[in-house]
């Protein structure tokens, strides 16, 4: 929390059991060891790390495992990742080992009757909005939240066997990640990252990026 906008905080190796939030600082997370003796562990009671209203490539995290977060389902919105949530942020994640992370379940709505669920958590990183560098990482083993409900929950006048889906990605979600609202400068990118042994929700495993978005 002392940390200023433009610092970097090094962190010497070891493993962290805490769910970080970064909001509106741009700083900069860096490990001295590396992933391979550095890890930020979620403890599966949130995502493990958060970072908001932040638009500057010099800030972000690098050098760390990212390991066993789980993201809050709900009903009224768009569940949490597991292991990174993005919000308006535009920054770099370099050298990153994402595993063992499980996406927020979209619920059936309560209370009101019409509503759709929102769209389910992704395992690894979740955007929304945001315009990040991910680089030289691993984003491995994790699995995206469940999003297929029976339309029938929601509008009981239908059949059952016509269903909603809206799964969680299990590696990379990028969602309205609009030309329009992209700031000048900011680009979204995926450079020499693994991606692999990710399991969908009930949808895609690897990389989803609905049509409103550009390519990756």
């Given at each position: 929390?002392?940390?200023a906008?433009g610092?970097?905080v090094?962190v010497?190796?070891g493993v962290?059991v805490?769910n970080?939030v970064i909001?509106?600082?741009a700083i900069a997370?860096?490990?001295?060891g590396?992933?391979?003796?550095?890890?930020?562990?979620?403890?599966?009671?949130?995502?493990?790390?958060?970072?908001g209203?932040?638009?500057?490539?010099a800030?972000?995290l690098?050098?760390?495992?990212?390991e066993?977060?789980l993201g809050l389902s709900?009903?009224?919105g768009?569940p949490?990742?597991?292991?990174?949530?993005l919000?308006?942020?535009?920054v770099?994640i370099?050298?990153c080992?994402?595993?063992?992370?499980?996406?927020g379940?979209?619920l059936?709505?309560?209370?009101f009757?019409?509503?759709?669920?929102?769209?389910?958590?992704a395992?690894?990183?979740g955007?929304?909005?945001?315009?990040?560098?991910?680089e030289d990482?691993e984003?491995?083993?994790?699995?995206?939240g469940?999003g297929?409900?029976?339309?029938?929950?929601?509008?009981p006048?239908l059949?059952?066997q016509?269903v909603?889906s809206?799964?969680?990605?299990?590696?990379?979600?990028a969602?309205r990640v609009f030309f329009s609202a992209?700031p000048?400068?900011?680009e979204?990118?995926?450079?020499?990252?693994?991606?692999?042994?990710n399991?969908?929700?009930d949808g895609?495993g690897?990389?989803?990026t609905?049509q409103?978005?550009?390519?990756?």
């Open positions: 929390n002392a940390a906008a610092d970097t090094l010497s190796p962290y805490e970080l909001n509106g600082k997370l860096a490990s001295v590396g992933p391979s003796v550095t890890t930020i562990d979620g403890g599966m009671v949130g995502a493990v790390v958060q970072i209203s932040v638009q500057d490539y800030a972000g690098s050098g760390f495992t990212i066993n977060g709900t009903s009224l768009d949490d990742p597991g292991g990174i949530r919000s308006h942020a535009s770099t370099r050298n080992r994402i595993r063992n992370c499980i996406g379940d979209a059936t709505p309560s209370g009757p019409g509503s759709a669920p929102g769209q389910a958590g395992g690894g990183i955007m929304f909005q945001s315009f990040p560098r991910i990482c984003i491995t083993g994790n699995q995206g469940l297929t409900i029976t339309l029938a929950q929601i509008f006048t059949p059952p016509v909603v809206r799964p969680g990605t299990g590696g990379i979600h969602r992209q000048l400068g900011f979204l990118s995926l450079k020499r990252c693994l991606i692999g042994g399991s969908g929700g895609a690897g990389v989803f609905p409103e978005q550009g390519g990756v």
